[in-house]
C-alpha cells in the first residue's frame, strides 16, 4: 500500500485521475491533503506508523519559487525526524513551480495558443507599471476552462469536477510528465 501526501484537493483530483489513467489499481494507494505546504509536521506520527506498518510514504508537493531550496528543507526536515517517504515536487522534480505549471504543461498543442491568450493578458498586466494583482497560475487554468467548456459545463471548472482523462484538454502522454510517472510506477511497482 502506497499513502501519497499532498498540499490540497486539486492535488488529489489530478494524481487520482492520472493514476487512474495509468492503470494502477485503487486499491493500491491512497491520496490525502495536508491542507497547506507547512503543515508536515502535522502528519508526523502518520508517517512513522505508515512506516511500521510497511505503508510507503510519498509526499508530492509544489516546488515554488525555489526548486534546491523547498527539496532541501523537506529532506531536512525528513532526517531530523527521521521519517521515512519519497519526495517529488511539482512541476517536474527539477524546475520551481506547482501543480498549474504542469497543468499549462500538458496542454495539447491545439489548446496552447488560449494560453499564450492569457499570458499576453498577464503581460499586458505588469507592462500597466501599476500597482495591480497580477492572475495567479490558478485563475489560468480555471480560464483555460471557461474557454473550453459551454456554459452549461461552467461547474466542471472547479478542480473537484475536472476530468483530467479528457484528452480534448489535457495531454497525460505528455513527455512533460515523464518524471512524475516514472517516480509513482517506481513506488507504486
Known amino acids: ?10 492535488d488529489i483530483k489530478f494524481l487520482e485521475d492520472y493514476l487512474s489513467y495509468l492503470e494502477v489499481n485503487k486499491n493500491c494507494f491512497k491520496v490525502e491533503s495536508i491542507n497547506g505546504k507547512d503543515k508536515l509536521k502535522n502528519i508526523q506520527m502518520k508517517l512513522m506508523k505508515n512506516s511500521d506498518n510497511n505503508i510507503i510514504n510519498l509526499i508530492i508537493f509544489d516546488s515554488d519559487d525555489n526548486f534546491k531550496q523547498r527539496r532541501d528543507s523537506l529532506l531536512k526536515f525528513r ?25 499549462e504543461n500538458i496542454i495539447p498543442e491545439n489548446n496552447k495558443e488560449i494560453i499564450n491568450c492569457m499570458n499576453n493578458y498577464k503581460s499586458c498586466i ?64
Do not use: C
Not at 1 to 10: A, K, L, P, R, Y
Open 1 to 10: 500500500m502506497i499513502n501519497i501526501f499532498v498540499e490540497g484537493d486539486s
Open 79 to 103: 532526517n531530523e525526524n527521521n521519517l521515512k517517504f519519497e519526495l517529488f515536487l511539482f512541476p517536474n522534480n527539477s524546475d520551481s513551480g506547482d501543480l498549474e505549471i504542469l497543468l
Open 126 to 189: 505588469v507592462n500597466l507599471n501599476r500597482n495591480l494583482t497580477v492572475p495567479i497560475n490558478k485563475a489560468k487554468i480555471y480560464a483555460y476552462l471557461e474557454a473550453l467548456l459551454p456554459k452549461k459545463d461552467s461547474k466542471k471548472i472547479h478542480f473537484s469536477s475536472r476530468d483530467y482523462q479528457n484528452k480534448e484538454h489535457w495531454n497525460l502522454d505528455s513527455e512533460y510528465l515523464l518524471s512524475l510517472k516514472g517516480f509513482l510506477l517506481d513506488n507504486i511497482d
